[in-house]
């Protein structure tokens, strides 16, 4: 269905600005406990304050050219005019511009961004109203925005009234527009004299009459309206927490472009996607539920208070401005490695045990969710996963003592789902809108299994005692989980039932599959009878290929991606970079860091550079085929480019390709374990805690040595140098260019300062095998843009002093060409989140999807 142009879509939205002033009024209130829909605890744990509020970067170097954020967050200017139409004029100085009825002008940014639309009017007639329309996406770009609800194809443009005065007039606060590039203003040409009408009121400042701000002429024009603006710029709001939004409290900077810009951009989308709380809600209609609101269909805001505090991370910039705990499972390690705002993660996460049902589950979202029974089984073990991670980062072990008992309760809610078959069987559906998720599943068995043994840990660093069953229910779900393997095609199945490894509707999902990996889970438990899935039992058939592996598994996971990343085959015809992000890890986990590192160069190089795609933040999904459309949503439009779960990258480039992993509360404990992948020469990044900074410098090497006055070249190696707070303790290790591991340990006390070591290719003194040596003598490289080049790393080994420099004979190789997905029609509409409305076709689908590539 096509909205019915832009006079249409104003004509509702110019009822706007009154139905959200009775939605304001309409709020719950009781006392000073309840805003909107948020819960105030009195009295809970403020915890560890971390403030990442910097005004520079802890680790300052050539790399910060990657950061996206604005070095002036209150006023950002468009970098382009992306297109203009009918009476509009364009300043031969500066970023004016003059606009009479019917002009057009679409403006692009340089990132995509968020915030308030601001005018500096120089000059002004006839009191005129413009329209308002924004898009995070050049396909969408227009006089009509993309949207943000499903009840339209395409958002009501936001009616502006100029009002007759000069000065700065911005857009009121409730209608931020939490993530666009391009913004489209247009004056209609119906519009009259002395009226003055719209949507967003604004606020004038500045004294009247015709006050020139540097414009220039004013044109000659018409009785009609007409407008002369002399700057336009936005105030992103984005990021509170952060007055200087490019200080970012860790890096990553490495020999692969691509894998830079992602880094940065899987940042850029987390801060995007972190807002003041009472800037939340884009869901019009499921606020409805709570504030009561009147707003038209197709209109949108963003007022509705969604927790407490100053800032909270959020599922998306644009929508849906809510807290989901699955997906801040994927940001949180990215924002931990960035920007460290453990503020905005804490705030997510209170508001979810705030609206803890009285049964102890928790909501499958916070507000305007949690006041309904808001329920989902995968949703609510994140919120506990959620915690782990949290307090890991934090170290804010006071929080955790606060919150145990409701933590506990929660977790009572899903231990009790595993039942005869050994396996957790759900009681709602609901997940990441992929459909099937029903009986006993794969996906929510392996999540619990990673859940108890976060729950131990939590345990043992409050210094409380573990309850037996937590490990006992982790060897019945190993067993349970043996009965899912499907030994044909060497992955685990959805289910028990329809799909099944022998069921009609057979499933391997990427999600479950790649939980399996992460969750540590034994493949082969003990007394399991590895035999046939079709007996109940496992018996009868000895299994042709043998047990699984968490190689194997994770090598047919990689069979099946195609041009554009890792299709999630448990919804058809989607690639989403949240189950691709649990694939990441997967691969990590089985000892395959290479996998994932080709697959983040893959699947996130398109995110940003694909046809329609803003190369600055992450989509929130797209069609197996690579087109933008996400098939979650039957409008393209609806798609969020900034989601905060698809920033995966983020958080494994430093924990898996840098190495550094966090063992104990705020990075008190900790391992290193650098793994340079064929796509990298060298790399180097760190990160700040309440501990301290931490920061890898890894480079591979080529031995240099004299012999009678000549200089020669020996061996291959690997450098790597790190450095850990002081009053911390951890372990290095290495391995070998296979990824088995090698198992050689250093052990760091008290955070002595640098430690250097080299990992030898291949060690004739140690017979051929690879050796690794702590190194004493080095030239730093500094933060310079060649620093791997002016490293210099003295050996003294056996035959002599022997020196270590750059390996310039390392080329990164090609990536292996697929063939890109193909598109299931027929299924396509069976899984959309909500139906389409009447008169919307597959049909009209397709012919947009043609019309996008004949553009």
């Known amino acids: 269905m096509k909205a019915n142009g832009v006079a249409s879509c104003v004509a509702a939205a ?45 680790f300052p170097g050539e790399w910060d050219k990657f950061i996206a954020a604005p070095k002036a967050k209150e006023r950002i200017l468009h970098s382009r005019v992306e297109k203009r139409g009918g009476d509009v004029s364009w300043s031969e100085v500066g970023a004016g511009f003059s606009m009479g009825a019917g002009g057009t002008l679409t403006l692009e940014f340089e990132q995509n961004y968020g915030g308030r ?135 990553f900077y490495s020999s692969n472009n691509d894998l830079n810009r992602i880094w940065y951009a899987g940042a850029w989308t987390a801060q995007l996607s972190t807002i003041d709380p009472k800037e939340g809600g884009a869901l019009v209609d499921y606020n409805r539920l709570v504030d009561h609101n009147e707003s038209p269909v197709g209109s949108w805001y963003s007022n509705f208070t969604i927790s407490n505090g100053s800032a909270v991370t959020t599922d998306g910039a644009k929508r849906d401005r809510m807290v989901y705990a699955g997906d801040m499972y994927i940001a949180v390690p990215g924002i931990a490695f960035s920007t460290y705002d453990m503020d905005a993660v804490r705030n997510a996460l209170e508001v979810l045990f705030d609206h803890q049902y009285g049964d102890g589950s928790l909501p499958y979202a916070g507000p305007p969710m949690g006041w309904h029974g808001e329920f989902s089984d995968t949703y609510h073990m994140h919120t506990l996963l959620g915690t782990y991670n949290y307090v890991l980062f934090s170290g804010d072990l006071n929080w955790l003592r606060a919150h145990w008992h409701d933590y506990l309760r929660a977790l009572r809610i899903s231990t009790a789902k595993v039942d005869a078959f050994s396996l957790f069987h759900v009681s709602s559906t609901a997940d990441w809108l992929r459909p099937g998720l029903t009986g006993h599943t794969l996906e929510a068995s392996a999540i619990l299994y990673a859940v108890l043994s976060k729950t131990q840990t939590l345990a043992s660093w409050l210094s409380f005692p573990l309850d037996p069953e937590w490990a006992l229910l982790q060897t019945i779900l190993e067993n349970g989980l043996a009965r899912l393997y499907c030994p044909d095609s060497g ?56 047990p699984p592996t968490a190689r194997n598994i994770s090598a047919n996971l990689r069979k099946r991606w195609n041009m554009f990343g890792a299709p999630a085959v448990e919804f058809p015809n989607v690639i989403s970079p949240f189950a691709s992000g649990f694939e990441l890890l997967a691969h990590c986990a089985a000892g395959d860091v290479g996998a994932a590192v080709d697959l983040i160069h893959r699947e996130w190089t398109y995110l940003l550079d694909g046809r329609g795609f803003t190369n600055s933040t992450f989509a929130e999904g797209f069609r197996t085929d690579g087109d933008m459309h996400y098939p979650a949503y039957w409008s393209p439009a609806r798609n969020s480019h900034a989601h905060g779960w698809s920033s995966g990258p983020t958080g494994v480039l430093v924990s898996d390709v840098l190495g550094i992993r966090l063992t104990g509360p705020g990075g008190s404990e900790w391992t290193v374990r650098p793994e340079l992948t064929k796509l990298l020469g060298w790399a180097r990044g760190g990160f700040a805690t309440v501990s301290g900074k931490f920061e890898v410098k890894t480079y591979r090497a080529n031995e240099f040595y004299r012999v009678g006055g000549s200089r020669m070249t020996g061996r291959k190696a690997i450098v790597s140098e790190m450095s850990a707070p002081a009053g911390t303790k951890g372990t290095i290790r ?26 030898w290719e291949e060690d004739e003194m140690d017979g051929g095998a690879s050796s690794v040596q702590r190194l004493v003598k080095t030239r730093d490289g500094g933060n310079k843009k060649d620093w791997y080049k002016n490293m210099a790393v003295t050996v003294v080994r056996k035959e002599g002093i022997t020196e270590l420099r750059y390996d310039d004979e390392f080329v990164e190789p090609e990536m292996e060409e697929l063939a890109p997905g193909v598109v299931d029609w027929s299924v396509m509409e069976k899984h959309f989140k909500t139906p389409p409305p009447e008169g919307w076709t597959l049909d009209s689908l397709r012919a947009e999807a043609d019309q996008k590539v004949l553009g």
């Open 14 to 58: 110019a009822m706007l600005r009154g139905a959200v002033v009775a939605a304001a009024g309409g709020y719950v209130s009781v006392g000073d406990e309840f805003r909107d829909g948020v819960v105030s605890k009195a009295g809970a744990s403020a915890g560890i304050r971390w403030s990442p509020n910097l005004e520079e970067t802890l």
């Open 491 to 546: 992955l685990f199945a959805d289910n028990v039932g329809r799909r099944g490894c022998f069921g009609p509707d057979r499933v391997e999902p990427q999600d479950g599959n790649s939980w399996a990996l992460i969750s540590g889970l034994d493949l082969t438990p003990s007394g399991t009878p590895w035999h046939d899935p079709r007996s109940p039992l496992r018996s009868n058939i000895t299994l042709p290929t043998g």
């Open 734 to 759: 290495s391995l070998d260019g296979q990824n088995h591991d090698f198992g050689a340990e250093v052990t760091v006390e008290n955070g002595q300062g640098r430690v250097f070591w080299v990992w």
């Open 117 to 251: 639309v601001c005018f500096d009017i120089q000059a002004v007639h006839g009191s005129p109203t413009v329209n308002l329309a924004f898009s995070e996406s050049v396909l969408y770009a227009g006089p009509i925005p993309d949207a943000t609800t499903d009840q339209l194809a395409r958002d009501l443009p936001l009616s502006f009234a100029i009002g007759n005065q000069t000065g700065t007039r911005c857009v009121g606060s409730e209608f931020v527009r939490g993530a666009f590039k391009y913004l489209t203003i247009t004056l209609p040409d119906e519009s009259s004299s002395g009226t003055e009408s719209g949507s967003a009121e604004g606020y004038v400042s500045g004294e009247g009459g015709q006050k020139p701000l540097g414009h220039g002429k004013t044109p000659k024009r018409s009785k009609k309206p007409w407008i002369q603006i002399s700057s336009l710029w936005v105030n992103c709001t984005a990021f509170p927490s952060q007055t200087h939004g490019r200080a970012y409290t860790g890096y």
